[in-house]
């Protein structure tokens, strides 16, 4: 077995623990807070799973180091090889007793995706990848869609919590997309958007505001199963910029083209 492959069965182990602490917190929640921006929660299962997670993590690879989103920087002194971990990616939604939330844990060696896990307790959906090894759900072999023409597909989107601070909070995007394709779809989490892409329920994913835990495990799982990922104006992907364009491939272009070009909205409609 080689190492990449060594470190997605710990990744995957970590994802599968943790997901069963979500499934036995989901709706019996004790305590709910907002964590400094409205909008922006964490509940006792994000804390709950992102232990479990770390356990498995400091048992298998001390060395190595980790992001985990409630923890912060973790983890021993080898910074080639760096954990980014979401122990619950859509967090709003589960605590509305909406069950649409994922583990989701990558691993970045010098700096680049390699190892990528999103598991859904909810629908007992694993997904896996390493570069350069493809990318399965629950073990079988995925493939992004083949929808070549905008007006054809159907898209997904998100807003981050900074969107009532901001005018750049992807209004205008998703107007002027939903006005071009057959639809875009909001699902409140960033991981199950990018997993959706690999196995071609979507054909396309873009938002800004992201963090390194919502979508290291994301970009390897749709890269290994034929998706391409981008900044917005097709230039190599800076996951520290917060913002991905997601595609199938075949309508990476167009979709890119159609971001860069939405029209905008008046700078006042809000205030
Ligand atoms: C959020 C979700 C959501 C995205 C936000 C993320 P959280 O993560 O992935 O889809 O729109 O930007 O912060 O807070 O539920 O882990
Ligand atoms: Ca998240
Ligand atoms: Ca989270």
Redesign the pocket.
Known sequence: MSQLQAFLDIASEAALEAGTVLQDKFRNLKNIQEKGRSG??VTEA?KAAEAIVLKVLNRHVPGHQILA?ESGTLGGNDAKYLWAI?P???????AHGYPV?AVSIGLMIDGIPQVGVVYNPFRNELFRAAKGFGATLNHRPIQVSQTAQLKNTILV?????DRRETTDNNYAEFCYLTHLTQGVR????????LTDVACGRLDGYW?R???P??ITAGIVIVEEAGGLVTAYDNSPVDISSGRLLVTNSKIHDSLSQALLESPRLPADLYS
């Open positions: 922006d929660l994000d989103e979401d619950l990616d859509g967090t709003t939604n589960y939330s989107t998100g807003f981050a919590y909001r699902s409140g989490a960033a991981s199950i958007d938002e505001g992201l963090s835990w919502d």
